[in-house]
């Protein structure tokens, strides 16, 4: 087994010098990071009006921003009701897992037959990092890391039309986690994308779509969302009512 020394930590991107940012993009990013460290719930209202009054944006500055962020599966935009936050769902999760199946198990079959010692160490770099993260319990840190080892092989790849999907589902997949009740991301899978990584260095790519599959159902098998409410009384009181007229039997 190759020994791969984790790499340094990815620079965080930065605007080109000269490029000031859309008024809406401090708004994208503050619903954004609210959302995945579940300081915003599921379904909860965003009031345009408070926003822009908040942020101190014109109307169409806010709803560019959350036109953007429901293009990422964070926001729903019904008509004639204010938007709100996504409510993730368990039917929802199995149909982005089959996508991510079916396109992260194409992009390792892209790689090259042998990735070099920095691309290697760039990927133990961010499973380090995810260690870090569940260590401090930062939540939303924990889950860019874990999106950067997937971005990193979709770059490898060299075909930016399947990062870029993938990219996409990867923003899903994030809003998703972060309104699980359950905490999917743990040690195990960091040791899951570690062996993933070793598989990789020692050229064994069957061995590494195997893992990827593994590693994805394990991920995804660990959601865990609040059913939505029922508007359906009989659907409200399933299983209470007779629970009840069981209890007066028995008396």
């Known amino acids: 087994m190759r ?21 809406e993009q401090a708004l994208y990013e503050a619903l954004q990071g609210a959302i995945l460290q579940r300081r915003l719930a599921p379904a909860a209202a965003l009031d345009k ?3 822009g009054q908040l ?12 036109q953007r962020l429901a293009q990422d599966g964070a926001v729903e935009l019904p008509a004639n009701q204010p938007a709100r936050v996504t409510r993730p769902c368990a039917k929802r999760a199995g149909k982005l897992l089959q996508a991510r199946l079916s396109l992260e198990t194409q992009i390792l079959r892209l790689l090259p037959a042998r990735l070099e010692q920095a691309e290697l160490e760039n990927l133990c770099g961010q499973v380090q ?12 840190g924990l889950i860019e890391a874990v999106s950067g080892v997937h971005l990193q092989l979709a770059t490898l790849a060299d075909n930016p039309w399947l990062r870029d999907f993938l990219a996409r589902l990867l923003r899903q997949t994030a809003l998703h986690v972060a309104l699980s009740r359950t905490q999917p991301y743990d040690a195990s899978a960091c040791d899951e994308q570690q062996r993933l990584i070793e598989r990789l260095a020692e050229g064994d790519k069957a061995g590494a779509e195997t893992l990827m599959e593994h590693h994805l159902r394990n991920l995804f098998a660990r959601l865990r969302f609040i059913p939505p409410p029922t508007t359906d009384l009989h659907a409200a009181f399933a299983g209470r009512l007779a629970s009840r007229a069981t209890a007066r039997i028995r008396r």
């Not at 791969?4 to 008024?23: E, F, H, K, Y």
């Not at 942020?55 to 709803?63: D, E, P, R, T, W």
């Open 55 to 66: 942020f101190g944006l014109s109307s169409n500055a806010v709803q560019r921003a959350l």
């Open 3 to 23: 020994v791969i020394t984790p790499g340094p930590a990815p620079a965080q991107q930065q605007p080109p010098q000269g490029m000031s940012r859309p008024p």
């Open 49 to 51: 009006a408070t926003l």
């Open 129 to 140: 990092r995810q260690r870090d993260c569940l260590q401090r319990r930062d939540h939303a």
